[in-house]
Each structure stands twice: as structure tokens, then as C-alpha cells.
């Protein structure tokens, strides 16, 4: 099948009560266990290409390994720009046929994050293109780059922002973080649930792989909830 969009496979997620799983990939061997994996399960996925694929000159091959492995796939697949750092980026990405990208405005002051991520919005959507967007910085070490800020969405800014920008899927900051955990992750589900309950984008967690199987399980049964 052609690649697949976030909102489309979000919508599969939203029908069938399930979440849908992101993976960095920054070489041609690591998709290939991906999809073993995938269709082993029958679930859509979304290939991720992050800064540190980026700056190691990613972009010049692996949007065609990802576009040639959603070809051949019987599951569908998203490539997704991760962690975008800026509006020129996102549209070198749009160039390069990406089906999803992610802008990650959360460390620069909140009225910037909304602008540039309007920007990014408007152009992805004019070419059918999803936008992640991120409230909250996420901390840990992704990709080599460090976010050390932990920060917890802020609840009121939430309201302001889907109000504003009209993005397909929202990463926010719960206590989530990138990498190794130093012990046991810490998770504001009840932030979580408030945010769910606004009835925005469709939310995402960063640093998913390092938090214990019953949170994850725990935290997508409260994001997954239908607000009332
Ligand atoms: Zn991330």
C-alpha cells in the first residue's frame, strides 16, 4: 500500500481503541525488524526520521526506504519527521514526500511555539500533509540531543493552544522523558486525563520505551478514554 498520513492512522486508532507505535529508525536494517513486527501484529506504524538521522544525511536516503517499505507492506505506514526544529525543515520534508511531520516549538516561548506551529500547520495541511506539535518539553536524551527541562504540560496553555492551532496530533510533557529512566517514571495521569478531556488533537507520548508495561497500559486506557 502508499504511505499512509498521522490522521489516518489516528482515526484506525480512535476506532479501534488502540495506540499506535512510533519508531526511530536511522538506518535500512531497523525498518525491516519493524515491519516483521508490525504485520506480525497487524497494527499501522510510523517510521520516524530524527535529528540525528537528519544530520547524519538521512534525508537522502531513507524517505525512499520507507516509501519502498510501505509499498510492500500489507499494514500501514507513516513517515513522520521527528522532533522538526523549524519551519524550514518541515518543508524540506513536505518536499521530500513525508506523510507526517512533527514541529517542536515546546522550548521557545509559548507565543512562538503557536506561531511557528500555525506556520508549519498551514503548509502541511495544504499538501495533505499531518502535524505533530509539542507542549511541555519532553526531557531525556533523544537522538543525542538532550532536553533537560522537564515540564509538565501546563493545562490552561493546552486550552489556548489547540484553540489556536489546528495540529492532527499533540505531544505533551506528563513527566515522560526520553531514554533511560533513572528509576521509576513519575506520570501525572490526572493532567493527562484533563487534557484528554479537552477534546483536542489526538495526544502522543514521548519516551515510551523506557516506562513500565502497566503505565503504559494505564496511561493509553486514560488517554483513550472518551471525554463526557
Ligand atoms: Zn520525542
Known sequence: MSLATLKEVLEIAERTNTAIPGFNID????????????????????LTIG?????????RHLPDVVRRIAESSRVPVVMHLDHGVSYEQAITCLRAGFTSVMYDGSHHPFEENVRESQAVVRAAHAVGVSVECELGAISGVEDGISHNNTNLVDLDEMKRFISVVD????????GNAHGIYKGIPNLDFDRLEA???????????????GIPEDMIKKQFLWASAKST
Do not use: K, T
Request: net charge negative; charged share 15%; hydrophobic share 45%.
Open 195 to 209: 487534557c484528554r478531556n479537552f477534546g483536542g488533537p489526538h495526544l502522543v507520548l514521548h519516551g515510551g520505551s
Open 51 to 59: 535529528q540525528g538521522a537528519i544530520n547524519a544525511g538521512g534525508l
Open 167 to 174: 495540529c492532527d496530533a499533540l505531544a505533551i510533557g506528563i
Open 27 to 46: 538506518n535500512i536494517e531497523i525498518p525491516e525488524a519493524i515491519m516483521e513486527a508490525a504485520e506480525a501484529e497487524n497494527c499501522p506504524v510510523i
